[in-house]
């Protein structure tokens, strides 16, 4: 079915944070995303636009496709080198359910919208659930956020808190005590912390400042940097420490 | 002292790649990036322009100082929220003395500069100094890639080469013959691979193909991933080779 006008303009709405907000919806953009989102979520794709020349490249539901003329559609995609193909999805409503996996990875207001999204996938490579994040955060539903997490979002329980305190309550109430504060300048050694993984909250702050506020209780741990190094990216301690989890699981 | 319209028109032309070409500068934003520049390399920065508004935040040289009208300015940086401070130097010479360090992390056609920069920052942060890269790679020295790398690429010894083929002939050279690539799919675990550091050259591929030639004598090394997905983004697969080296040197 060619793509109506309606919906080329909500796709071209969805772009913004208020068109996302209006309509609820999302755009899921390139070939691996998509089917990362049909993988988990497939009763909430509305449609999935698709550039002419990327047809042979599709296979889904038929019924869900709607093509568009390949001029309309790099004018639609917002990339240059676009795969051709964009899903619209309704947003996923925040995880309610139990908290899943060995341990939660936080993001205290995180405002790269690539950096979340690169974490969101060495989470989902490193085979654990639970991403949450604090009010300052960029939107995990944004273009940016979904292209570079490849879609991956749409299988993490994702769960947004307003502060680092609220965070943390919600997970002593269900009974995960340890929290971890990523630190750029002190703390236990990362690789020997032992408690590190043991149904933990590891917090990673937005960069420059790393994490803002101090939360009681928690203690910090420290990526080793032997070349004296004011600190690396967020998304780079992120994946080191999610990785050291996998580590220790595989030798 | 105020900046020249000739310095600005060069500030200007050396957001394109023809312009650096031309010139044989390079320009490094960002107040971290230009301390890292200075502190590397202050011999060859030609001059440092800086917004009236940032004058306060940076210490150096007053006779590199060139000071430019806010508004002149956040039309030069070409980012949003810029610091305020761009410096101009003389892009360095390729490294041609010895190999230093314990082993050589090589990009293969690495495409995207923003994980160029990420992965120069975290082998800075890991002390060691061999970024080699083959043709197809992106340009080390355009704004994207020194401004995610914060300038550590003018501590480094980046070499560049042809071909992989090319890049493992110079190692062999230099007496490295271990060569390792890392694969998404199959090889030797990178946290059990005893000689993954012992002078090796460690070659991540540019997403999403990975490593496209075959290097004879290469040995394979993956890192695991337990949640079954295809690939981690290429600059967090470089960081977590990178930071196992530091692991195994700290515990």
């Given amino acids: 079915m060619e793509i109506s006008r309606k919906e080329s303009s909500l796709l071209r709405a969805l772009a913004t944070r208020a068109g996302r907000k209006k309509s609820g919806c999302c755009r899921c953009e390139g070939i691996r995303a998509v089917r990362e989102l049909l993988s988990y979520y497939p009763e909430k794709v509305r449609f999935i636009a698709i550039a002419k020349r990327a047809l042979p490249q599709m296979q889904c539901d038929a019924s869900l496709l709607r093509i568009v003329p390949d001029n309309l559609f790099d004018e639609l995609a917002g990339t240059v080198n676009s795969q051709g193909v964009i899903a619209v999805a309704d947003i996923p409503a ?51 956020a979904i292209r570079s997490g490849m879609g991956v979002q749409f299988g993490l329980n994702l769960r947004r808190f307003d502060t680092l305190h609220d965070l943390a309550s919600f997970g002593a109430v269900q009974g995960i005590n340890n929290v971890f504060i990523a630190d750029p300048h002190q703390g236990e050694n990362c690789f020997t912390c032992k408690a590190l993984f043991d149904r933990s909250i590891i917090v990673i702050g937005g960069e420059p400042n790393g994490v803002m506020g101090v939360y009681p209780g928690a203690e910090k741990v420290i990526i080793p940097m032997p070349g004296n190094y004011e600190s690396i990216n967020a998304a780079q301690a992120a994946t080191v420490l999610i990785f050291e989890s996998v580590r220790r699981k595989t030798v």
């Fill in 94 to 144: 925040p995880a309610t359910g139990a908290v899943e996996g060995e341990f939660v990875l936080a993001l205290d207001q995180l405002g790269d919208p690539g950096n979340f999204g690169t974490i969101a996938r060495s989470l989902r490579a490193a085979g654990q659930k639970e991403l949450w994040y604090t009010k300052g955060s960029i939107d995990p539903w944004g273009d940016k």
